[in-house]
């Protein structure tokens, strides 16, 4: 939580939050995956959205897992099996809760480290006004 304990925020901490609440959502996290388990997170998205899943093992075994990202109609979107890393982009079909499941249900004595992140929307421009030279502009 960005607001904690008894803190007040002025106006510029206002205007701070606002923007990044209509930003991009972005959910990155690493946890600990215990053999035999499940991990599932959900997120709730509008129609016509772009997304986007990576995911990357960072400890435990060979370095795997499974993932399954499903819609909010339980149409399973993507689905892998025992892999260390991966990338995911798609755009929401409708508006509802989308569910994303990382398993290390296949290992009976490996727990992994599994780190994700998960964007929901395009990241708008830092400086989207300012006029930047590009190679094909300056070949011109």
């Known amino acids: 939580m960005l607001l904690g304990g ?19 959502r972005a959910s990155e996290i690493t946890f600990e995956l215990p053999d035999n388990a499940k991990q599932c997170f959900y997120e709730e998205i509008v129609q016509g959205t772009k997304c986007t899943l990576e995911f990357q093992v960072i ?5 795997d897992v499974d993932c399954r990202l499903e819609g909010p109609d339980g149409a399973v979107l993507y689905k892998e099996m025992k892999k ?3 990338s995911f982009t798609f755009t929401a079909s409708r508006n509802g809760t989308y569910k994303f499941c990382f398993s290390n ?17 395009e990241d708008p421009p830092l400086f989207p006004s300012e006029n930047r030279a590009t190679a094909l502009t300056q070949v011109k």
Do not use: I
């Open 6 to 24: 008894n803190r007040t925020v002025g106006p510029w901490g206002w205007l701070m939050l606002l923007l990044v609440a209509c930003a991009a």
């Open 59 to 63: 400890t435990g075994g060979h370095y």
């Open 84 to 86: 260390q890393y991966d």
């Open 105 to 121: 249900e296949f290992s009976t004595f490996t727990h992994k480290t599994v780190y994700f992140d998960f964007q929901v929307g």
